[in-house]
Every structure is written in C-alpha cells, then in structure tokens.
C-alpha cells in the first residue's frame, strides 16, 4: 500500500509508431472515420426521411447504425489527437468516460442484435401474429431496455472501477477499458471481479439467445421456399453482421488475454480495435444493398404505375 498515489493521468502505450508514419496513419484514420459517419448517417438519413421503412426492421438496423457512430465516438477523436501529439496520455475521468462509451456500445450491440433476431424469428415462424407482437409501443418499449439496460450494468462497473487505489497509471493498449484499469488496483476487488462476471454472463446468454434463435429460424426455412425467400432476404444480412461483430469482440477479447505477447504491434493494435473498424462499415454496407434493393423496386413500381396512369 506504500505505492498507493493519486492517478489523475494515464499513459497509452498502444501507439509506438515512427513520427514520419504519424501524418500518413492520421491521413487513413480521418478518411476511415470519415467513412464510418459518412455511412451510417446514410442509412439513419434514409430510414427517418422515407416514411415506408418505418418497419420494427429497419427502425432497429437504425439505431444499430446510431450505436455504431455512438461507439466510435468514443476512440477516433482520442486516437487522432494522439496521432498529433508526442505524449499518448489520457485523463482519469476520460479514462472512465471511453471505457463506459466502448463498453456499453458493445453490449448495446449484442441487444440490438437480439431484438433484430426476435423480430424475424416472430415475422417467420409467428407471421400471424406479427403485427401485434411488433407494435410501434412494443418496439419503443423494446428499444428502451436495449439501451438502458446496458449502459446501466457498465455504469455500475465503471463506478466500481472508479473507487479502485491504484498503484500504477500504464495501460498498454490504444485506449482504456475497465479491464485494464482494474489489473492496476493496489488490492484486488470483489465487486469488481464479480459485477463484470455477471455483466459477461447476461451478454453471452443474449449470444446463445440469439445462436439458437438463427438456427432454429435455418431448421425452419429448409422445409419451405417462402421461408427460405425470407430468410435470406431479411436474415442473412444480420448473420453477416453478427459474425462480424462476435469476430471483432473476439479478437479484442484475445488481445487483452495474450496482449502482452512478443507480436508486432500492427497486429496487436489490429486485435484491439477491429471492433471499433469493420463492424461500423460493414454493418451499413450489408444493409445498404438491401435498402438500395427496396427503395430501387418501389421506384420502379412508382414509374410502372405512372406510365399506367399516363
């Protein structure tokens, strides 16, 4: 306890490049990030403006695209700055501030991803009762949790790991997580072993919610054409993207286990965000061709019946 000093700074030792690399590296994470907003605004844009897609379907994939810009919001900026500056450091408080922005993003994925397989599991096997199943009242309700509940379990982590004494101020990684700050306590914590256990275990049981929701609505559409038609039309998308995203997490997940390994540190830092890098442009991508697919065929339909009309 003689080491216990008061941390109001922490260092990022995530970033060691060559200082005639920093301006082409803050080149490539500008247009990327440029790209991520560009994207994701497209399909928030799109979805608000045209009245049509104002379906359970596409107001979910909406807030998915928010929680994307919402997360990333939480590192580029961080990461830009340091790419300008010599001395990668982080306050205290944003230390705790960008690991609540990575973490409840995160989760509030994993949420939004369960509600968007509930939602075709219900179109698919339940179309009778679809419509009042997805209200617009069920939906706001749904959504409501899907956010509140996440950033309610990591602001409770967060506050257990802001009350740590902390006997040292180095995070090796690109940008802070609870994990990290926590493997600098003076004295390991009980409720921070614990609240992150439970946080893990009510996350991987919305994985398995949704593993076995998949391949239950697969079973289904293999006996029927109509079915298989809509799966790959409505689910398909999402099992990209969730594969993307449960990879991601688990090449993050596995560099925080062996980060500490002799690998290049292009391949760590890689590890570390690509959560933060391929979800965020993948996920509008994926959907953008199913939205450019429906919005060409009801402009198509709107012409057919213009010429019908003329």
Request: hydrophobic share 50%; proline share 4%.
């Amino acid at each position: 306890m003689d080491n216990v000093s008061i941390v109001s700074v922490f260092t990022l030792s995530g970033l060691n490049v060559p200082a005639n690399s920093k301006a082409l590296l803050f080149a490539l994470t500008a247009l990327c990030y440029c790209v991520i907003w560009l994207l994701n605004m497209t399909i928030i844009v799109t979805i608000i403006v045209d009245k049509r897609l104002h379906e359970p379907m596409y107001i979910f994939l909406c807030n998915l695209c928010i929680n994307g810009l919402y997360g990333t919001a939480g590192f580029y900026p961080k990461l830009l700055k340091d790419l300008l500056s010599s001395a990668h450091v982080i306050s205290y408080v944003g230390c705790l501030l960008q690991g609540f922005v990575l973490h409840s993003s995160v989760c509030a994925e994993l949420s939004l991803l369960l509600l968007m397989a509930f939602d075709r599991y219900v179109a698919i096997c339940q179309p009778l009762i679809y419509n009042s199943v997805m209200t617009k009242e069920k939906v706001a309700i749904f959504l409501t949790f899907a956010w509140l509940i996440p950033l309610y379990l990591v602001l409770v982590g967060t506050i257990t790991t802001s009350v740590l004494k902390l006997c040292g101020s180095h995070i090796p990684k690109l940008y802070c997580i609870n994990f990290l700050i926590g493997q600098l306590a003076c004295t390991p914590s009980v409720a921070n072993i614990i609240i992150p256990a439970m946080n893990y275990t009510v996350y991987l049981l919305h994985f398995t919610l949704i593993f076995f929701s998949y391949v239950y609505l697969i079973k289904k559409c293999l006996y029927s054409s109509e079915n298989r038609s809509k799966f790959m039309q409505t689910c398909l998308p999402h099992v990209v993207c969730l594969s993307t995203f449960i990879t991601a997490v688990a090449f993050d997940l596995l560099y925080v286990r062996f980060g500490q390994l002799d690998l290049p540190l292009a391949v760590k830092n890689f590890m570390a965000m690509e959560f933060l890098l391929v979800p965020p442009i993948i996920n509008p991508l994926v959907y953008g061709l199913q939205l450019t697919q429906i919005l060409r065929d009801r402009i198509l339909k709107y012409l057919s019946c213009e010429k019908k009309t003329n």
